[in-house]
């Protein structure tokens, strides 16, 4: 028989060391389990999406974005926190397997407390997020085991993975003692700030004071850019909450369709448009651009799913059940679009660092197409029509660059590359 080799040996999952990944390994992808785990913020950024939805349907903007802009960062926060470490320290073995099995279900505690929380900032009442912060102790104790388990077994990385473990602990405490303490709104925005100071300060004296972590970079990229197609989906989702609402009424017709298409293109564009971003090759050379690029994100993936909502308000107001006004309806979509362009093109900007006025024709170009369908709906033109020209918005960046952009770009990248 021809002796076994290691490349056609069965997989195990026996227990091994964690001692580090390599940073330069050669076609790093995301493993089943990484996209197992991330199946279940599809639950939470939906929840989020539709709480957000409703409110802003309902006219209570502030309070609206006050609990979408906690939940989001809630939800975009547990998912980090988890994908770096999983980029530097993964060894699929069963120990890490079962971890990772218990953080999954500190994320779906995590977003069944979110309506309680957005109910409780819309009732002016104090923040009701224990059942939030029971999710997350539920994965922040399984994620701190995972970062001493790293520290007593990668002692090149003791200092960092220490770091991490304190910064979390110290971020928890603080907000279980939030579920017990009855403060206003004003007061408990101000902790929550603090804490997430807290939160985002511990990742930059891990990697930039105490050693790093070995993560990669082609894969981290990998990582956000399939959590950007996963919060796409609530677009998907608003776009059928839309053609639902004007085939329930009116079966299929020229609205529908027009819904349909609007709908399917702004989310085809916005996908488009994230994926000419060279995160993985820029934040190979220059591993030091991944905070910005990385905290930044959690913007994004917020514009994102707040577009989904938008389109579910849109869905909303065609059934009469909004209380709002058709220019107030299609700014739910404009705005979220807009800032998302935005933060892309901040991206861009910031992964080269390279800024050209071609750029900015294309950001007012695409400002144009924005105000538009704003303007058509204060004059009385149809939701439908109203979100068909919205769905253009994107599409200005996308095309600009397929035409000419690019040329720009790979000048940019290649004095980056070789500086």
């Known amino acids: 028989m021809p002796e076994q080799t290691p490349a056609s040996r069965l ?36 929840l989020a999406a539709s709480q957000l939805a409703h409110l802003l349907a309902e006219g209570h903007y502030a309070a609206g974005l006050m609990g979408f802009g906690f939940a989001m960062f809630a939800v975009c926060w547990a998912w980090v926190n988890f994908s770096w470490f999983a980029s530097a320290f993964d060894t699929d073995d069963w120990v890490y397997r079962m971890t ?42 399984a994620m ?14 003791r200092a960092a993975c220490l770091t991490y473990a304190i910064a979390i602990s110290i971020a ?15 007061p408990t925005f101000l902790c929550v700030v603090t804490l997430t100071l807290v939160e985002m300060l511990g990742p930059v004296v891990a990697e930039r004071r105490n050693g790093g972590t070995p993560w990669h970079a082609h894969h981290i990229a990998e990582r956000y850019g399939l959590l950007a ?12 909450a839309s053609i639902s609402a004007i085939t329930g009424e009116q079966g299929w017709n020229l609205d529908a369709i027009l819904v349909c298409i609007a709908g399917t293109g702004l989310t085809f564009g916005m996908w488009w448009l994230y994926f000419l971003l060279p995160s993985g090759q820029i934040l190979h050379r220059f591993r030091n651009r991944s905070f910005l690029w990385g905290y930044g994100h959690m913007l994004i993936f917020a514009a994102i799913a707040a577009t989904g909502a938008g389109l579910h308000v849109a869905a909303y107001y065609i059934e009469h059940k909004a209380h709002i006004s058709a220019t107030a309806t299609v700014l739910t979509v404009a ?10 093109f901040a991206h861009y900007v910031y992964l080269l660092q390279r800024m050209e006025a071609f750029y900015l024709w294309l950001q007012a170009g695409s400002a144009i197409l924005l105000a538009l369908p704003v303007l058509a709906a204060a004059a009385g033109v149809g939701m439908t029509a109203c979100l068909a020209v919205l769905m253009l918005a994107p599409l200005v960046p996308v095309i600009g660059y397929e035409v000419k952009g690019h040329h720009y770009g790979n000048r940019a990248l290649a004095r980056a590359l070789e500086s």
């Open 335 to 344: 705005v979220p679009v807009g800032a998302y362009i935005l933060l892309i």
């Open 11 to 46: 997989p195990t999952h026996h227990l091994s060391s964690m001692r580090g990944r390599d940073p330069h390994e050669h076609h790093r992808v995301a493993t089943p389990l990484e996209l197992l785990f991330d199946l279940t913020f599809v639950i939470a950024f939906g």
């Open 100 to 141: 990772t099995m218990v953080q999954m279900v500190g994320v779906l505690i995590l977003a069944l407390g979110l309506p309680q929380m957005f109910e409780s900032i819309d009732k002016g009442e104090h923040v009701n997020n224990g059942i939030m912060v029971l999710g997350y102790v539920v994965m922040r104790v």
């Open 172 to 186: 928890q405490i603080g907000w279980v003692v939030l579920i017990f303490i009855d403060m206003p709104l004003l």
């Open 144 to 157: 701190t085991f995972q970062w001493l388990r790293a520290a007593r077994q990668n002692p090149e990385r």
């Open 229 to 240: 197609i996963i919060t796409l989906g609530e677009g998907v989702v608003g776009t059928v």
